[in-house]
């Protein structure tokens, strides 16, 4: 498992935008097959790869670039290591950033789902509220300790990480119909 993480800081180091995006989509698709097996018990023979697939591709094409490219600037506008900046990241990021990022990912899901523009708005208006508040109880601590303790270039992999979880919610929220 070491010599894993060693890779990994490695090929990080070497392209971290790459390997970001990867990142991040490949655990968006885990946490969809999290939310169909666990959370919806679907078992193999329902799963849809076809729905892991669409949460991929918005894992390495939304997800992925838009966290990652987010941080950078994030650290252009608070700028230290202290506790202090630490603690205005993560306002600035809850407050300013993770509303639209979320609204846009459920947007962004149901377009992919094939919902009309009015079903969509629709699934908005009753997903997003819940959504924003279940945000606000597990994202806070999390991203106070990864401003705090985790370098730039390591902060997607941590949230990635916890968001495996927060990811197999976000999938079964967004593809509830």
Same mark, same amino acid.
């Given at each position: 498992?070491?010599?894993?993480?060693?890779?990994?800081?490695?090929?990080?180091?070497?392209?971290?935008? &790459?390997?970001?995006?990867?990142?991040?989509?490949?655990?968006?698709?885990?946490?969809?097959?999290? @939310? /169909? /097996?666990?959370?919806?018990?679907? =078992?193999?023979?329902?799963? @849809?790869?076809?729905?892991?697939?669409?949460?991929?591709?918005? =894992?390495?094409?939304?997800? =992925?670039?838009?966290?990652? =490219?987010?941080?950078?600037?994030?650290?252009?506008? *608070?700028?230290?290591? @202290?506790? &202090?900046?630490?603690?205005?990241?993560?306002? *600035?990021?809850?407050?300013?950033?993770?509303?639209?990022?979320?609204?846009?990912?459920?947007?962004?899901?149901?377009?992919?789902?094939?919902?009309?523009?009015? /079903? $969509?708005?629709?699934?908005?208006? !009753?997903?997003?509220?819940?959504?924003?508040?279940?945000?606000?109880?597990?994202?806070?601590?999390?991203?106070?300790?990864?401003?705090?303790?985790?370098?730039?270039?390591? !902060?997607?992999? *941590?949230?990635? *990480?916890?968001?495996?979880?927060? $990811? &197999?919610?976000? @999938?079964?929220?967004?593809?509830?119909?």
């Amino acid at each position: 498992m070491a010599g894993l993480w060693r890779s990994y800081q490695t090929l990080m180091t070497r392209y971290p935008w &790459s390997v970001q995006i990867l990142t991040a989509g490949s655990l968006v698709g885990a946490g969809d097959v999290i @939310s /169909q /097996q666990l959370i919806e018990r679907r =078992g193999l023979a329902n799963h @849809s790869g076809r729905r892991t697939a669409r949460m991929m591709a918005i =894992g390495f094409c939304f997800v =992925g670039p838009v966290i990652g =490219g987010w941080y950078k600037v994030l650290d252009r506008l *608070v700028i230290g290591g @202290s506790k &202090s900046a630490a603690m205005k990241k993560m306002l *600035v990021d809850q407050l300013a950033f993770a509303p639209c990022f979320l609204g846009v990912f459920l947007g962004l899901s149901g377009a992919l789902n094939g919902l009309t523009m009015e /079903q $969509n708005a629709a699934k908005l208006r !009753r997903d997003y509220p819940d959504a924003l508040i279940s945000n606000y109880y597990l994202w806070p601590p999390v991203q106070i300790a990864n401003f705090y303790f985790v370098p730039l270039h390591h !902060r997607l992999a *941590v949230v990635q *990480v916890v968001a495996l979880t927060w $990811n &197999s919610y976000l @999938s079964w929220k967004a593809n509830q119909m």
